[in-house]
């Protein structure tokens, strides 16, 4: 580290207040996605209106991550994270006028645009922060810092799952829940301190044009990217379609289904909280590899076997499984220093794609062979990411997630291991 960088309770102050943005965003989403079931008969749409309802709101952050990059040079990360959070907060208690109160589908379907488009505003700003802090502390935090996004879906879900079962109208919830992470939005940026936040927009804004598209171009961080949004593709699975899942092809109750989407984070919040560990001990690639082959096998497991008991670990293990494929996606992508922050922009903009794709497939698969059948092709995302997952080797000798045996090694075969890309 060098003189210039801020001591370390600023950094930690920072990173956890990364932290508490990122758990802001999914306290956001677990709100609206908890209630997909009662949003459904309030607006009296099937899944694949739920599912073209979801896509407004991918579409919407793809708009977001579009404007992104102008954006954040003009407002810098932490400005974006204080402009964008307030206004996806008004967006959920929107969703429940439009939704619980006047029952319009159209509006509804417009404020999910809006809202997907600030939250993706957010979250670029957050990971723009995530990397740089990342780098200065020089360890792995990525995965805790998107602990802090499963932490919130977990309290988010649970909510959602206590005002379901008591018949909280989405009307008052979602206000409820806007209201608070209103004021949560306006006093976590303070701990961003604006010298990283200087630091990372230069880092974030290349020297040419040429910079940022050449990018695209690299096969590592395209296949990086793809690698991402199998991963994310597999998570959002269940974040969209778990609870309508569940409820409607296992005879679940609308609050136990929202109680599943819980189970389903709290499992995913734990694994990220050890993500960090289990990376310095194991390296990036294996971690990678053993979370693809533990969420295929809570997936089928949670399709194929319609038993309690079943439907309960799957959940546990599709959660965990999944939990890691994002957060050290993006730690791939910004190994370098120099040209990790348009890396990571561009594997951000691949991963959303997923949020994007998804729930409207899902959709269209479920009306023709029910929805249990439609996410059993998920598994062919697994498979995929599972075989990618050697792409993520780091770079560089001193990044987190080097191969153990590589850390081990004298500095020339670590440093050309990590080059090629050799076991």
Not at 12 to 34: D, I, K, M, P, Y
Not at 72 to 79: D, I, M, N, Q, S
Not at 182 to 204: D, N
Not at 215 to 225: C, H, K, N
Request: charged share 10%; net charge neutral.
């Amino acid at each position: 580290m060098s003189s210039a960088a801020q001591p370390t309770p600023s950094l930690t102050a920072w990173r956890n207040a990364l932290f508490v943005t990122l758990g802001v965003a999914g306290l956001a989403v677990a709100a609206l996605l908890s209630r997909m079931p009662s949003l459904r008969d309030h607006l009296q749409v099937d899944a694949g209106g739920i599912g073209l309802m979801l896509a407004c709101f991918s579409i919407g952050s793809l708009t977001g991550l579009a404007f992104s990059g102008p954006l954040l040079h003009v407002l810098g990360p932490r400005r974006l994270i204080r402009f964008g959070v307030p206004v996806y907060a008004l967006m959920l208690a929107l969703v429940g006028v439009t939704a619980g109160v006047l029952g319009s589908y159209p509006a509804t379907a417009a404020v999910s645009f809006v809202f997907g488009a600030f939250i993706a505003l957010a979250d670029v700003g957050t990971n723009v922060e995530g990397s740089a802090n990342e780098r200065a502390a020089g360890k792995s935090v990525m995965p805790f810092l998107h602990a802090g996004f499963s932490l919130g879906t977990v309290v988010g879900a649970g909510l959602g799952a206590l005002a379901a079962a008591v018949g909280l109208p989405i009307f008052w919830h979602f206000g409820i829940m806007a209201a608070i992470l209103f004021v949560v939005a306006l006093v976590t940026p303070r701990w961003i301190p604006s010298v990283h936040e200087q630091g990372a927009e230069r880092a974030a804004k290349p020297a040419r044009p040429a910079g940022r598209r050449s990018v695209w171009r690299e096969p590592r961080t395209l296949l990086i990217g793809v690698l991402v949004l199998a991963f994310a593709y597999v998570e959002g699975a269940a974040n969209d379609w778990l609870t309508l899942a569940l409820v409607d092809e296992r005879g679940f109750e609308q609050s136990q289904g929202a109680l599943l989407l819980a189970v389903f984070t709290a499992a995913m919040t734990a694994a990220r909280f050890a993500g960090s560990w289990l990376v310095d001990r194991f390296g990036r690639v294996a971690v990678l590899v053993c979370s693809g082959v533990l969420a295929g096998a809570g997936l089928a497991l949670l399709v194929w076997v319609p038993e309690t008991w079943a439907i309960v670990v799957g959940t546990i293990v599709w959660g965990a499984g999944s939990s890691l494929g994002f957060p050290l996606g993006m730690s791939a992508a910004g190994d370098d220093p120099v040209r990790g922050p348009q890396r990571v922009a561009a594997v951000s903009v691949i991963g959303y794609a997923a949020f994007f794709a998804g729930p409207p497939a899902v959709g269209f698969l479920a009306e023709h062979i029910g929805l249990m059948n439609a996410l059993a092709w998920i598994l062919v995302l697994v498979v995929i990411a599972v075989a990618l997952s050697p792409v993520t080797r780091p770079t560089r000798p001193d990044a987190p997630g080097l191969d153990p045996d590589a850390i081990g090694a004298d500095p020339a075969t670590a440093t050309t291991a990590a080059a090629t890309g050799a076991d």
